[in-house]
């Protein structure tokens, strides 16, 4: 397998305020990292695939702009939630494939639950 | 039509008993399978995937692949309590887009 962490595990924040969480693969190296988001009750929506060293690909419908994300290292993926609203309340979560691993499967992070105020 | 499709539930079944999950993929050169496992307010964790057709099993679970039909199943055998969650079916595209379904909540009554 292979494990990947995500920090914080649960932000609150006033609205208007810039939330970072950090998506790290500890025992790999991960060219592609993957970011979530689940409202409750609900699926998985693709936010973006993030591409080590290069711009991320976001999905339709998905702010570029207010969602940052930056992929500076192998190991390392950010998601930047600019000047949060409420409605940006929800459970956070990023991904990885390990190159290693001839099945293609990606491996989560334990999430990030963001409640903004 | 979604790349990915399965029945939402929720699924109910007696402890011990069989849990049959289903899911559909629109890709025919789909290539990779995956269930997960979500539990409530936690992340996906990956149970089994599967890329030949035919049946795969690994402890209490089962996963079927059927090419043709395009179909995907996850059996659980001798179901506990604990088996209660929502499963995710996971398809890799052969552009290497991976696609998820809305997930099957199924409960496991004691």
């Known amino acids: 397998g292979a494990v990947v962490s995500q920090h914080p595990s649960w932000v609150i924040c006033k609205s208007g305020t810039s939330v970072k969480i950090e998506c790290r693969s500890l025992?790999?190296?991960?060219?592609?990292m993957f970011w979530y988001r689940q409202f409750p009750k609900q699926s998985l929506m693709l936010m973006a695939t993030?591409?080590?060293?290069?711009?991320?690909?976001?999905e339709q419908g998905v702010e570029k702009d207010k969602f940052l994300i930056n992929h500076a290292s192998l190991t390392l993926s950010t998601l930047t939630v600019t000047s949060a609203h409420p409605e940006d309340s929800s459970f956070y979560i990023c991904?990885?494939?390990?190159?290693?691993?001839?099945?293609?499967?990606?491996?989560f992070g334990p999430g990030t639950r963001l409640t903004v105020l | 039509q979604k790349e990915v499709e399965q029945n939402s539930g929720p699924l109910s079944v007696p402890e011990g008993a069989i849990a049959s999950l289903n899911c559909t993929y629109s890709d025919r050169g789909s290539q990779s399978f995956f269930w997960y496992r979500q539990y409530s307010g936690k992340s996906p964790e990956l149970i089994m995937f599967i890329y030949s057709n035919g049946d795969k099993e690994d402890g209490r679970f089962t996963a079927q692949l059927n090419k043709a039909s395009q179909y995907v199943s996850l059996l659980i055998r001798d179901s506990q309590p604990s088996d209660s969650a929502t499963y995710l079916c996971?398809?890799?595209?052969?552009?290497?887009?991976?696609?998820f379904g809305t997930g099957t909540s199924l409960t496991v009554i004691p």
């Open positions: 996971a398809v890799n595209t052969p552009g290497n887009q991976f696609y």
């Open positions: 991904s990885a494939k390990n190159p290693r691993s001839g099945a293609n499967e990606q491996f």
């Open positions: 993030s591409n080590e060293g290069s711009k991320a690909t976001y």
């Open positions: 025992d790999f190296q991960a060219t592609t």
